[in-house]
């Protein structure tokens, strides 16, 4: 196959149509949006030096990539240390006070992503449900807990509903060990009881509440909406609370929680979100974390603030350093 050829064959959109869905597949790999990007990048850089072997008879262009994919995640597992459950699942919870613990890693922790960067807008009502559950946090950090090929077929197979046959030819092995896999790596999450959790149809109006409540700080109509077995915790510290009346306490501690703060409500992990802006020392609002809010029951069941690099977080969701009132949805 000449170059002039090759490079007819594969149209840079052609490869792009698949970006947000091999994203999210990387994102449940690793744990981690960035890395999800550089692994995708990585597996087009890939795709492109190797393009002279492609044998469209032998795969379709997608099989393709995933394989690309694939095996870019498992060799930077084989070097990467694993990523955290989340707090939760550290140890016991912590008592209401300032001892919030010593700050661990970015690569410790299972980090948020903007739906909009995982889900494929091409997916109809059915998948995009599966693909909203899967990158639920409880539900990515489970997926770190198995080992990095099991992992992989579970994804391929249970997720994106690849067929067993080809699952085995992203990985390079047979139909049987692929069934061996994912029977292993079921087995791992139904014993954890770790299937996600179903989605609250009325998040969105509860997130809008939230965010009411939260700007004219009133801790009273927040507590009202907390689960009476909700948890609370923001990384990279260990600390968490279970319970709302430890909730309570800690919101009622803190004198002024909310601080003259703004929040802007996002999506992500497949569920509500908000970015928070805090006033600096001169006043001007500017990022100070991310908090990925799970619902049930009308309630706040687990609300997960992440705090560490918050401007880094707030770009990757498009949100400027400084708060503006437009700022956007995504």
């Known amino acids: 196959m000449t170059e002039d050829k090759v490079d007819e064959q594969f149209p840079t959109g052609e490869w792009e149509a698949y970006r947000v869905e091999l994203v999210g597949f990387c994102y449940r790999m690793l744990g981690s949006p960035f890395d999800a990007e550089d692994a995708v990048q990585e597996t087009f850089i890939r795709a492109w030096r190797g393009r002279s072997e492609y044998d469209e008879s032998r795969a379709s262009v997608r099989t393709w990539l995933y394989t690309i994919a694939t095996n870019h995640c498992l060799d930077v597992l084989k070097s990467a ?3 955290r459950e989340l707090a939760v699942d550290m140890g016991p919870p912590f008592s209401v006070g300032p001892e919030f613990g010593t700050p661990l890693p970015e690569t410790s922790w299972v980090l948020p992503v903007p739906d909009s960067r995982v889900l494929p807008a091409t997916a109809d009502p059915a998948e995009h449900l599966i693909l909203r559950e899967s990158i639920r ?7 770190q807990l198995l080992p990095a090929r099991q992992r992989a077929v579970l994804i391929l197979r249970d997720v994106l509903a ?16 692929v069934t061996s896999a994912l029977q292993r790596a079921r087995r791992a999450m139904a014993v954890k009881q770790l299937a996600p959790a179903p989605l609250d149809s009325a998040s969105e109006s509860l997130l809008r509440r939230y965010c009411e409540l939260f700007e004219n700080d009133d801790v ?3 507590v009202k909406l907390l689960h009476e ?3 609370t915790s923001m990384p990279p510290y ?11 306490a800690a ?4 004198g002024s929680p909310c601080g003259g703060s703004r929040v802007v409500p996002v999506h992500a992990n497949g569920t509500t979100a908000v970015a928070q802006y805090a006033p600096d020392e001169q006043g001007v609002l500017r990022p100070f974390g991310l908090t990925v809010i799970e ?27 400084e708060f503006r009132e437009a700022a956007s949805y995504t």
């Open 251 to 254: 919101l009622r501690a803190s």
């Open 137 to 143: 946090l409880a539900f990515v950090a489970a997926l």
């Open 162 to 177: 690849c067929s067993a046959i080809e699952t085995a030819e992203i990985l390079g092995v047979s139909v049987a060990s």
């Open 229 to 231: 077995d909700g948890t």
């Open 238 to 248: 260990p600390w968490w609370l279970r319970g709302r009346a430890a909730m309570e």
């Open 81 to 83: 240390r694993r990523r």
């Open 220 to 222: 009273d109509g927040l």
């Open 295 to 321: 619902w049930r029951d009308g309630l706040m069941i687990a609300g997960t603030t992440f705090l560490d690099q918050p401007s880094k977080m707030f770009r990757l969701f498009g949100l400027s350093d």
